[in-house]
């Protein structure tokens, strides 16, 4: 009997101690001081090569930042909700945050070059027409294409080899331009050289395969925004998906308050200036705008969000790919377009010609309705001739003067206009 209840006593306090442990473990300031802390485990995540793009390669962009999204210093918006799941693929472009020492973050935006139906449709028009299969290895079949094999065997990226791709950056290529390209692509290690000899087969699969599809990055690469070109700043690629510096686009901005709105029209028409009159003497004009086309930084800056409708004349070297000339098209002319679609003629650009499509398609939604009569109705005058094509001898640079003269009074000075202020508060010209 004594035994029994000698052992009843010793499970009970046993039990006792159990819940004095349970109960000390529940007490945070106990509990930090009882034991050591256990490491904080973290979540692992899985991307997918086929959600990156991976797979696809070296049918792909490139691959330098694939790093930062293996080590997630760069995570989508989404992650940063209790669910931590990967937005859909079928999206076109993503919210972002980047990092490069865990602790301060900062916005960026992850884009594809084309939507994935655009691009599974692509994949599939290569096998078909190439190896005469629903599936295949692009890269293999792209490969025995003859205009890769041009490319393998070049010295120089000459206008021959990007003749009949459908980017109108190449429309009329100069050879200082695609100089520029070899020589600040980005993508490998700068060897500052016009010569192919640092890129490998798969570098230069990698970069025709991105004039193919969508000039874009090559333009943020080649014209970056630390020199003053109003592009955002190119960050890398992994894959299919590119990364950039985040903006805001225009669509955003169309209800503003009016000084806002006279000083982002007042930014786009420095923008298209720029555009037209640099110091290397090329001229880019738009084939197409909309209210993405332009995208605004959190400090009010304006920039050109999406640069894959730009086209480049050469007012130094010209074009050497005359206009008439037999256009030759192949796989890589129709991974994007319909390879029967029509080019803009090169000799057919004038200068005006950004202008009266910014007139037309994005200026009266930014302007419309928002100042006082006298100065609306002159404003309304103005875009409507514009639109119209300006109808008169004078060009676009008179004609931007003339709407900047009527919106430089609107304009405020405060911290609202970051990427100023408080310059413009000691400046004569404000």
């Given amino acids: 009997m004594g035994r029994w209840i000698w052992c009843l006593c010793s499970r009970v306090a046993d039990a006792l101690v159990l819940l004095l442990v349970l109960a000390l473990g529940c007490e945070p300031s106990t509990a930090a001081t009882a034991s050591p802390s256990v490491p904080h485990v973290k979540p692992s995540y899985s991307f997918g090569r086929t959600f990156l793009g991976l797979d696809k390669c070296n049918a792909c962009i490139g691959t330098s930042i694939c790093k930062k999204f293996f080590k997630e210093e760069i995570r989508f918006d989404t992650w940063l909700s ?9 999206l076109l472009s993503y919210s972002g945050n980047y990092t490069d020492d865990a602790k301060s973050w900062r916005l960026v935006d992850i884009t594809r070059l084309t939507s994935k139906y655009q691009h599974d449709r692509a994949d599939k028009r290569i096998c078909t027409s190439l190896l005469k299969t629903k599936t295949c290895s692009l890269e293999r079949a792209l490969r025995r294409t003859q205009r890769f094999q041009k490319w393998l065997r070049a010295k120089r990226l000459t206008p021959d080899l990007v003749q009949g791709l459908s980017s109108p950056m190449l429309r009329c290529p100069s050879q200082r331009l695609l100089d520029r390209i070899v020589r600040r692509y980005a993508e490998v290690p700068d060897a500052g050289s016009i010569y192919m000899d640092h890129l490998t087969d798969r570098d230069k699969l990698r970069l025709l395969y991105t004039l193919a599809v969508n000039s874009h990055p090559i333009l943020l690469q080649i014209f970056p925004d630390v020199e003053g070109w109003p592009f955002p700043r190119y960050l890398g690629s992994c894959g299919r998906l590119v990364v950039s510096a985040s903006t805001r686009p225009l669509r955003d901005f169309f209800g503003a308050a009016p000084e806002v709105a006279a000083d982002l029209a007042l930014q786009l028409l420095a923008v298209l200036r720029s555009m037209a009159t640099n110091d290397l003497n090329y001229f880019f004009y738009f084939t197409h705008v909309d209210a993405g086309t332009f995208g605004v930084f959190s400090n009010g800056h304006l920039f050109i969000r999406d640069a894959s409708t730009l086209g480049i004349i050469d007012k130094e070297e010209g074009s050497q790919l005359m206009d008439g000339q037999e256009e030759h098209k192949d796989i890589f002319s129709c991974l994007t377009v319909d390879c029967q ?61 003339e709407l900047a003269e009527i919106l430089k009074p609107l304009r ?9 202020y408080p310059d413009c508060r000691y400046s004569d010209k404000f």
Avoid: W
């Fill in 82 to 90: 209790s669910h931590l799941k990967l937005p859909p693929s079928s």
């Fill in 341 to 401: 679609s029509a080019f803009v003629s090169c000799g057919s650009i004038r200068e005006k010609h950004s202008l009266v499509m910014v007139c037309q398609d994005l200026l009266p939604k930014l302007l419309t309705g928002k100042f006082l009569p006298p100065v609306q109705e002159r404003i309304d005058a103005f875009l409507q001739r514009c639109a119209r094509g300006l109808g008169d001898n004078r060009g676009a640079s008179e004609a931007m003067a």
């Fill in 412 to 420: 405020s000075c405060d911290s609202r206009f970051a990427y100023r």
